[in-house]
């Protein structure tokens, strides 16, 4: 074994790394020697947090991933899922949470390139994509530059690659003022049976370098950036963010899915953290084969890259790929009609070994499983937060009633959080690939699948993205049971069967043993909510080290929902399209009113305990959602969410396509204070509304689902009363939705209208 | 036939070859852009959107070099009819098969959205399914789709009757609320002096079936559908 350069390793450069004392002593053992320079970066990527989960292991382990229509589980670059007829979706959402923070363009740019490449590497076209958001108050114009920045980023990569945003979430906090969280979710269609995996199996087969040149770039983003805590200092880790390239990525999309079809390849997988060391590491490990590699044959986009910067890359839009043998040819042609680089720079070898040449010398030789397998497991320290008690504590009994419900309304729907996001998502293509049923904006997005062969199907997917971060911050347990429910039942709403969850662990730094008990709550919250919806999780990620000059963020595992719906012309809106219709609720109101926006609001309290969940009422709810579109009976259906019943009354009021406008009256019996009826997040809530109320009434006593007749559709007003005496909300649809519709524009205006420049913001 | 040119980055030519072939029932493929001819029975040329070449330049200033082209070219000075659409639209300004150019959207972000267009010629052979005012409701989705044109070829336009679209309220005003883009004169579509060729922002193919989008573009791929079929009798 020669050195490549003049650099000794030794622990202490080990520690710089990243890595422990103790997994130093591992990598003696493994190799029998000190490791070369491009070994330790090697050691130190594969064994980060990032790329071993070792930290969350433990606990990912207790998720249910298995059901009958799970095609593949976590453990690929996404989940794959039947959906009958011989076809199966591929999906997974992920973070891109540092390297956007540091630079929001570029970073939720390549955040999209990345999961698109995690779905397209399986053998899916992606058909569309979500996006969860968290910033920090829009009253602090970093965070003004930084939503702009994301949001161009998204925009700028999504709809030059040609995949439609369909819908997301976003929110804002003071948690996210240090850290931002960008999550970005994709989903594509594939033949069941041409589902690829990364594979490196038959020995002699060529391994096949695809996509753009490698280059400096994103050097050490897996174990340095996405990695470790933030500090002041980590505007000098700006250069390991990556920059994107949509155009590469489309080209790589066609290319991929071209050569795809052919029986060319035995396995694909994209370079994405840790680059072309994670990809040919695992396809190796997973079909217990060694790969040998000669880097000099690797594209290159600039000189005199050393062996350390071309394996540690993380340069976006690449594939590494295996081949038959002969096949080399016939794979390049494909590549190179879509003007791409494809460069056999390696074979697969029998010896289980990763040999890796470089002008000549040897400059990695490890074996391949003793890295996989003995990437550390950690069994992190537990406690429960010395204060979490105390923030659960609410009084209602000292809470004053809210005397100006009006105000309060107006108040809601002009908060970040909650007022419309159609400033955000009119710059992306929501249209693209020609699917899009239902759009952003509503409940779920609805997204008609298509054979590749263009032939339309009967069938259409509901997506989802959802968390209250507050309330998972109250209860860790509660709060992911709730996330993991509201977006089963915003895929239901659209009368879409829920079939499977992917999540995005977003928690602070898992060192501190009140983030780890945070995590471990969190995840058993996900799973007890799987079990019972009957919605495994196939795939997921998990970003730790979301904190900065140690402020946490609330803990944020977003979960996505994917639902089928067949026949896909039979759909429920999340708002009222015409006067007349009864409204009705479903679900019961509790006294809840912890965690809720109205206290957090109009009372400046982040306490209490956030609503339940009753997980078997929400399965049921299923059901019976899922019968009353099929039926016709159920024309709408609006989750009650942030800011409770008046908030989801108004937005059924605004929330169709512009122009319609319906208001409504409703009376609601005074059986608790007003703003609970009004303000209050009992879970497991859907506003109906139906032509056909009698006979909806009647399926959900059969599906026991609780339901009451709460008004009717119609008139330019919002009208919400009590039983007996004047109404408590009595305001015109037009005047809340010029307040709701101007809540993130008025806020980001300013700084247009002055022409704020990025260096000034920073 | 209808010839559907597929550029490295187009994004709707799938959409449109869709629109055409499943739900218009028109004859449609795909062409790539290295081809040096188009195929021999193409009656019509579709330029669709996205981002060729990345738009790293400007929009569709790359593409106007592809071979196709030449061929599109050639076609044009035929007589024969060509639609390009959103980036279609940009690529056959860049070509100088169309006058004017298409810059920055107004408030320089990209625009995803329904809008109304009236339209001003009925008597086009992308509009003959149209009555002379008709609205339509079609989707747009770009960030470089503000037309731009000097106040003497505005004028001249104008007086040769070559704008065919503008951008309008849903009562059929034109005001500047309802220009989404800033061009000049709420232009979203023009045509040649000679009348073949067509540009527009709005996406027809993506408002072509009633549950996903509304079939108001029908009403421009249609026309082009008669019209080809009728020069073939």
């Known amino acids: 074994m020669s050195q490549s350069n003049e650099i000794v390793v030794d622990l202490q450069l080990a520690r710089e790394h990243g890595l422990t004392e103790q997994e130093y002593a591992c990598i003696l053992e493994i190799l029998g020697r000190v490791p070369t320079f491009p070994e330790l970066g090697i050691f130190s990527v594969m064994w980060s947090e990032h790329c071993s989960y070792k930290s969350s292991k433990k606990y990912l382990r207790t998720l249910p991933t298995e059901g009958e229509r799970v095609l593949q589980g976590p453990g690929e670059g996404a989940g794959a899922v039947a959906i009958g007829d011989g076809l199966a979706v591929i999906f997974k959402i992920e973070s891109h949470n540092h390297p956007s923070f540091l630079e929001p363009k570029q970073g939720a740019a390549t955040g999209v390139g990345g999961i698109l490449r995690d779905i397209f590497s399986m053998g899916a076209r992606p058909i569309a994509s979500l996006d969860a958001l968290r910033f920090g108050p829009l009253d602090d114009p970093r965070h003004r530059h930084l939503l702009r920045g994301v949001v161009d980023g998204i925009g700028g990569y999504g709809n030059a690659v040609g995949v439609a945003t369909v819908g997301g979430e976003t929110g804002f906090h003071d948690c996210y003022r240090g850290n931002i969280l960008v999550n970005a979710f994709n989903l594509g269609v594939v033949e069941a049976d041409r589902i690829w995996r990364g594979k490196a199996s038959g020995v002699g087969n060529p391994v096949i370098y695809v996509g753009s040149k490698t280059g400096r770039d994103g050097i050490h983003g897996a174990s340095l950036l996405a990695s470790a805590e933030f500090s002041e200092g980590s505007e000098a880790k700006r250069p390991t963010v990556q920059v994107g390239d949509p155009f590469t990525e489309k080209c790589l999309i066609e290319a991929c899915l071209e050569v795809m079809a052919t029986d060319l390849l035995v396995g694909i997988q994209d370079m994405g953290a840790a680059g072309l060391t994670c990809s040919s590491f695992e396809m190796a490990s997973r079909a217990s084969t060694g790969i040998e590699m000669d880097l000099d044959l690797v594209p290159q986009r600039e000189a005199g890259m050393t062996p350390y910067e071309l394996l540690l890359s993380e340069s976006q839009e690449r594939m590494l790929l295996v081949a038959r043998t002969g096949a080399e040819a016939k794979v390049k042609e494909i590549f190179e009609r879509w003007e791409l680089d494809a460069a056999v720079v390696g074979r697969v070898t029998a010896d289980g070994r990763m040999r890796i040449r470089w002008h000549g010398k040897t400059v990695v030789e490890i074996p391949v499983d003793p890295v996989a397998e003995n990437a550390p497991v950690l069994d992190r320290p537990l406690r429960e937060p010395a204060e979490q008690r105390a923030r659960q504590r609410l009084e209602l009994g000292q809470l004053a009633v809210e005397d100006n419900p009006a105000a309060a309304l107006e108040a809601l729907l002009d908060s970040p959080t909650l007022g419309s996001k159609a400033w955000i998502y009119r710059q992306y293509d929501q249209l693209v690939q020609g699917n899009t049923v239902l759009g952003p904006g509503g409940d779920a997005a609805l997204v008609r699948v298509k054979r590749e062969d263009g032939t339309p199907t009967s069938k259409a997917l509901a997506l989802s993205v959802d968390c209250n971060p507050r309330w998972c911050w109250l209860d860790p347990y509660e709060g992911t049971v709730a996330a993991a429910a509201e977006s089963a039942r915003n895929v239901a709403c659209t009368g879409a069967r829920p079939l499977a969850l992917t999540n995005c662990l977003n928690f602070a730094n898992p060192e501190k043993p009140e983030v780890m008990w945070q995590f471990a709550e969190a995840t058993r919250g996900l799973a007890a909510a799987a079990r019972a919806l009957g919605t495994p999780v196939v795939s997921g990620n998990v970003s730790f080290y979301n904190e900065t000059a140690g402020r946490p963020i609330y803990p944020t595992p977003t979960v996505a929902a994917v639902g089928l719906l067949e026949p896909w012309e039979r759909f429920a809106v999340s708002h009222f399209p015409e006067e007349g219709l009864a409204i009705l609720l479903l679900g019961e109101t509790r006294e809840e009113l912890g965690g809720s926006e109205w206290l957090a609001l109009r009372r400046g309290l982040e306490a209490g305990l956030p609503p339940r969940v009753d997980l078997a009422h929400e399965a049921r709810l299923h059901v019976f959602l899922a019968e009353g579109v099929r039926t016709g009976a159920l024309v709408t259906a609006h989750d009650v969410a942030s800011g409770g019943l008046a908030v989801a009354l108004a937005e059924c009021g605004f929330a169709g396509p512009r122009g319609v406008r319906v208001g409504c009256e409703v009376t609601l019996h005074q059986s608790l204070r007003l703003d609970v009826l009004l303000f209050g997040e009992s879970t497991g809530r859907v506003v109906v509304a139906s032509r056909e109320p009698e006979a909806l009434l009647v399926l959900a006593q059969e599906r026991g689902v609780p339901a009451v007749r709460i008004g009717t559709t119609g008139g330019s007003s919002l009208r919400i009363a009590p039983s007996r005496g004047t109404p408590w909300i009595d305001a015109p649809l037009a005047r809340l939705a010029s307040i709701w519709e101007r809540a993130l524009p008025r806020r980001l205006e300013t700084d247009e209208a002055v022409g704020l420049l990025r260096s000034e913001v920073l | ?233």
């Open chain 2, 1 to 233: 036939m209808f010839a559907v040119v597929q550029f490295p980055g187009s994004n709707d030519d799938r959409d449109m070859h869709f629109a055409l072939k499943s739900v218009l029932g028109a004859p449609a493929s795909l062409v790539w852009h290295k081809a040096a001819q188009l195929p021999p029975d193409t009656r019509a040329v579709l330029l669709p959107g996205g981002f060729s070449y990345g738009d790293y330049l400007r929009c569709g200033a790359m593409a106007r070099f592809s071979p196709i082209m030449a061929a599109v070219r050639r076609f044009v000075e035929a007589g024969g009819f060509v639609l390009g659409t959103c980036n279609g639209f940009q690529i056959l300004c860049e070509a100088g098969l169309l006058p004017g150019a298409l810059v920055r959207n107004r408030d320089l972000h990209f625009v995803c959205d329904f809008v109304y267009v009236r339209v001003e010629r009925a008597d086009t052979a992308f509009t003959s399914r149209a009555h002379p005012d008709q609205l339509l409701r079609l989707p747009i989705k770009h960030g470089e789709g503000c037309y731009f044109a000097s106040s003497e070829l505005l004028a001249a336009l104008e007086a040769k009757g070559q704008i065919v679209l503008r951008y309008a309220t849903p009562d059929g005003a034109i005001v500047p609320a309802a220009n989404p883009n800033g061009s000049v004169g709420n232009i979203a579509g023009i045509v040649n002096e000679a009348g073949n060729v067509f540009g527009l922002m709005p996406h027809p193919e993506h408002a072509v079936e009633p549950a996903l989008g509304g079939t108001d573009g029908r009403t421009i791929l249609g026309s082009l559908l008669d019209r080809v079929k009728r020069e073939a009798v």
